[in-house]
């Protein structure tokens, strides 16, 4: 971690502005940690005895300590105010940066490792509760292989109006790559129309008289409000192709969201 308190006056500072002569605690966890200044990697702060400490990134890669001091410098230029690493006491989680433009706070999670689906809901539901909006930036693990469609999904946000993920690119800065860019898809344009309602409408009926699994659970939300899967509105078919790289039939996220 890169910012540590100093035990006097409880005050923060961060590592590069930090000296040996002096003894830091970890904000989180309230434990000592030890200053590291070396040759290889940036002057950061450690745990001393391999500590239990949830919010601690311990072992965070010297790509991972660059990267989040070197977007705090970026950030910095972009945002009315950036913290790095604020320590979250309401729920106990320690982001790597905030940024603040106007009234409104953004947690900026910047992540090498992978990391589980749960593990980002539940970091995602925290910041919920405070009402923060979290934006996560992949680093370069991210950007060495193809990243699968679940992958996408872990990460991807709406930003100007698409499905975007960001990266970090120590020469670019932030870029952010459109799941199709990713995906290698092509891109669905607006003009690209299906044209193809009444096809559509045609293969759904031949589904519910073959009986098909997946019509069932839609049928029985239909029939309590005595509707029929193959009276659904036309805005089920739809003549534009919906993007994120969807698993079932279109009609079937859209029939849901409607039942909703
Ligand atoms: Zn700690």
Redesign the pocket.
Known sequence: MLIAKIIENDQLIQATQASNSEIYY?P??K?RVQLKKGNINIPHFA?ING?N?D??AEGETVNHLQGKLALFTLLKQKYDEVRLEPWLSQIKQRPDLMVRKGKDWFVIEFQCATISLEKVRARTKGYRQLNYKVIWILGENYQNKRLQARTIAKFAIIYQQQLQVAFWQPTKGIVWQAWWQIDGKSRVLKRQMMANQPQQLLKLQQAVMQSKPEIWPIQNELYKIKRLVIGIPWECHPQYSLPGGLKVAQWQVIIRVLLT
Do not use: E, I, M, R
Request: proline content about 0%; charged content about 0%; glycine content about 12%.
């Open positions: 970890c989180g966890c434990a745990h500590s400490c919010v601690s």
